[in-house]
DNA sequence: TCTGGGGTCCTAGGACCC
DNA sequence: TCTGGGGTCCTAGGACCC
């Protein structure tokens, strides 16, 4: 595969560089930004809770066991991200750090807020992840762009309530290199650009090239063999040797840290190629009746999501893993794809194939810690292949569909689980270990009511 | 005591065909 | 008897992201 840079961005480029070896541009017809929360599980938390500005707290994975979000004093106290729970409870407690479970439905509310307010400063924008948000601007006065910059952080930060910080630069990987200076800028101000040559080597000269996106410890390891330790190390190597030894991901890399853009924005999201519900057990589990109804439960998620996204299947993988941190207990991880007779993104079918495969892999005697579902080889609602079934197939489909029709409508409305399929089950084995959820402030009307009381 | 969950992209290598 | 070599398709697994 040859990696040319994007057709579209290409006109961006309106003059090259004619010093050095390789092109570095001087004027760029576009600019992209990255804006991303700040700590933002922890600031959502902020935002209801203001008092715990004051207080060191930390956001915990499923189950309480590492952390994935700190706030800035649990930062300053020396808290690290993914550390293991269990190394710290009598540190925290020592410390008075309060740990909270971490609740999806609330922080992705509060990233659609983000990404709505965001939108009216630039001309495209891409939700990359729940906290970082591309932006696209096709016309900017290069020397009002700083205060632009310090103009999309305050209102943003005062209009929806989190911190955010962002970085301004000519392709997304500059961006994200901008947006990781500002975060340790000392100025405070929330905004780096990097849009002149000059600006991009200095910034560059000093960024660790373990840092950029799309190296990790790997090719850190390995770039660290070739005497390549900054992201100037590496956007100075011709480009035949990024070629020869690395993938062409890493070239468009090496193109982006150029100022030559290869990474388009991508104004609507991609359809999935799969749809994943899995979980960990607070503890494990060998009772074949409790990890059908788990199972049970993934398959309906599954399922849902699938209709979220009106999209059909065509299989479904099941997999079931013992504890890999216990070496000592013996160990058994298996997964089956079961191919489905017709598309559907019907509850009954997908749970139905689901536990077929469950049936398949499960053995007995062991203690398992992690069951999921995944359901593959999508497609398109739209895409219909009813003509070439049987009719009694046809008939079936139709008959599902409706069931699941009225099973959303229902859940939807009175919610989640309030009507659910024999199979499933929410036995207290099975009920993540989630001691501390915060409420849905901004989504569950009798949350709401809770706060407008207290 | 416990170590998340949900994704994408790319490459190597086997199977198969001509 | 020789057994090359180009092409496609598929899958497992690695690497990376948040």
Redesign the pocket.
Known sequence: ?QVQPDSELDNYLTEISPENSGIWLLKYRYMFGLA?FSSFYCGTHELFEPKLRFLPHVTM??????I?SRSKIAKQMGYGM?Q???EL??QMKKDGVIDYSSNYEYYQSMSNRGFNHVAQFCDIVER?????LFMLFKQWDQDALPALGREIVRSTTKGVGVEICLGLAPTKLLA?VANKMAKKSPDKSGVVVLQTDAQIRAALQDFPVED?????????KFLSGWNIYTALDLAMQPEYWVKQNM???SQRLWYELRGVSCVPMEEIP?D?????????F??TIDDFDLILKAVSNHATSCAY?LRKDKLNCTAVVVFLQT?K??TEQKQYNNDIVIKLDVYSNAARVIVSKALEGLRKIYRKGYAYK?T?V?VIDLIPESHQQTALLFEEKTHNMEVEAKLSKALDSINNRYGRNTVQLGAQGNDKQLQLNAPNLCPCYTTRIEDIMKISIG
């Not at 950029?212 to 850190?220: E, K």
């Open positions: 595969m991303d994975s499923n189950n309480h066991g590492c994935i993914s293991n729970a269990f409870v009598k990359y992840s729940i906290d970082e994200k950029l996106w799309g190296i990790g410890p790997a090719y850190a993938t062409v991901q991609p999935k190629k799969h749809i994943c519900t899995s979980r960990s607070a503890k999501k504890d941190f216990r992690k999921g995944m």
